[in-house]
């Protein structure tokens, strides 16, 4: 059974920085992409970013590029989520998730996770 549990969300303030994780398990390889996307109340799920299998490869939403970035553990099976500078539009639930398909929409990923919330106050 795959299971992908985030942690590391929290209450910051704007200007802050957080890191969240993502630790993988029943994956039965390490090759699957891995990507973080977020939800805010009443809004629907967005893309944050994505990174290969092999980690060589990312991928940014507009509106973190240059303020988060995602790097992985294929040997810890985690993938973290390093956000720097951060602002209100920022808060949201965080969602881990893996798939085959190194995408940006959400239907491209197989497996997700619970969510983990970040609430950035001005």
């Known amino acids: 059974q795959v299971q992908l549990v985030e942690s590391g969300g929290g209450l910051v303030q704007a200007g802050d920085s957080l890191r969240l994780s993502c630790a993988a398990s029943?994956?039965?390889?390490?090759?699957?992409?891995m990507g973080w996307f977020r939800q805010a109340p009443g809004k629907g799920r967005e893309f944050v970013g994505a990174?290969?299998?092999?980690?060589?490869?990312?991928e940014y939403a507009d509106s973190v590029k240059g303020r988060f970035t995602i790097s992985r553990d294929n040997a810890k099976n985690t993938v973290y989520l390093q956000m720097t500078n951060l602002k209100p539009e920022d808060t949201a639930v965080y969602y881990c998730?893996?798939?085959?398909?190194?995408?940006?929409?959400?239907?491209?990923?197989?497996?997700w996770g619970q969510g983990t919330q970040v609430t950035v106050s001005s």
């Open positions: 998730t893996a798939g085959r398909i190194f995408g940006v929409t959400a239907s491209q990923y197989t497996y």
């Open positions: 990174i290969r299998w092999s980690g060589a490869t990312t």
């Open positions: 029943g994956l039965t390889s390490s090759f699957y992409n």
